[in-house]
């Protein structure tokens, strides 16, 4: 079969599609095999190319996490999915045996797994995953925006719903809109009735996010984002801040947020070790709240969203499997809004 492969980590020079590889076939009587429709990127997959510390892959390697199509194989025991749905994976994958997976928290698995990371991933026209990592979606969503879905929304429904518990008619400041969880946090944080305001420093990502309902929009390579809120909120600052940025971006995140507010992150794009000041966290008595992918129940949730037609992302641009190497510079280049998605029916 056709996949998106690396077999060495590097620069975007290593990705290569390969047209050799042997189809995965279902062998554990849980699994499911998904004729693979469309897959999106995420800043998941620029790191395994550039390779993790204590990620090791064999080569031609299959990349991608997000991804849908339609089942046309399945093991012994699934029951709730059958041979033809039109599904959309989940590419986190538990043990479903650990004391977390048993209290229904799967991200938090002491074996858990990615698709594109750990087992072989969604840039091919087939993969093998749990049943229970697949829901059907609605005929109507188009591939493009289904292979685009999963990942970011369930990042940032957990983020804002289990750990900030973000409520209606709070203050939420998301940094750096334009990747695909800013623009989930966006539109679930809009769904739950609070305010938001978006920082980015394209003064065209800003008209965007507003085009989706943003409130606020702080250009942060003209304005010190800290200072805009404080100013504009008679110095009472957020409630929530979503950074997902890390880095410098840290402390114009903390800056930003009032008494007993909660910042919410998911990862460390601008750079993994931030500066506290800790009289500043517990005078304020604020909560930091890391959080990753997504359980069962939240899986069910924003599928839930999606049947009823809400949180649909916007696609950034579309791909071939065959110009992935384009997709990923796309990626790298951050100058999208909206999920990079590449086509391989
Ligand atoms: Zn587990």
């Known amino acids: ?63 991608g996490g997000d991804g849908m199509g339609t089942v046309d194989s399945v093991g012994a025991a699934v029951t709730g999915v059958a041979v033809g749905d039109r599904v959309v994976i989940n590419p986190g994958i538990s043990c479903r045996e650990c004391e977390f997976c048993r209290a229904g928290e799967q991200p938090l698995c002491v074996k858990f797994r990615l698709l594109g990371e750990h087992r072989p991933g969604t840039f091919a026209e087939f993969v093998v995953v749990p049943a229970a990592n697949v829901r059907r979606i609605p005929d109507g969503v188009p591939d493009d925006v289904a292979a685009a879905f999963t990942l970011a929304t369930l990042t940032a429904w957990r983020m804002l719903v289990t750990r900030a518990q973000l409520r209606a008619g709070e203050q939420v400041l998301i940094q750096g809109i334009g990747g695909g969880v800013a623009i989930a946090a966006l539109q679930i944080a809009k769904s739950l009735g609070a305010t938001v305001w978006v920082t980015s420093r394209s003064d065209a990502k800003l008209a965007r996010a507003a085009a989706l309902g943003a409130d606020v929009m702080i250009n942060s390579a003209t304005e010190d984002v800290a200072r805009a809120v404080r100013a504009r909120t008679g110095k009472r600052g957020v409630d929530v801040v979503v950074d997902s940025v890390g880095g410098p971006v840290w402390a114009q995140s903390l800056g ?70 384009a997709a990923f510079a796309r990626l790298a280049a951050a100058e999208q809004f909206g999920k990079v998605v590449l086509a391989i029916a």
Not at 258 to 287: H, I, K, M, Y
Request: net charge negative; hydrophobic share 45%.
């Open 1 to 63: 079969m056709k996949a998106l492969t690396i077999s060495a980590h590097g620069t975007l020079d290593q990705i290569t599609l390969r047209d050799d590889l042997p189809e995965p076939v279902v062998e554990a009587p849980g699994d499911v095999r998904v004729r693979l429709r469309a897959a999106a990127l995420n800043h998941l997959d620029l790191f395994v190319v550039e390779g993790i510390p204590g990620v090791s892959i064999t080569p031609g390697w299959i990349l």
């Open 256 to 325: 930003a947020l009032g008494r007993r507010g909660r910042l919410v992150t998911c990862g460390a794009s601008a750079g993994p070790v931030v500066e506290t000041d800790v009289r500043r966290l517990f005078w304020n008595q604020w909560s930091i709240l890391g959080s990753t992918m997504g359980t069962d129940a939240e899986f069910d949730a924003i599928v839930g969203e999606l049947h009823a037609g809400r949180l649909l992302p916007p696609v950034d641009a579309v791909f071939p499997l065959a110009e992935g190497r």
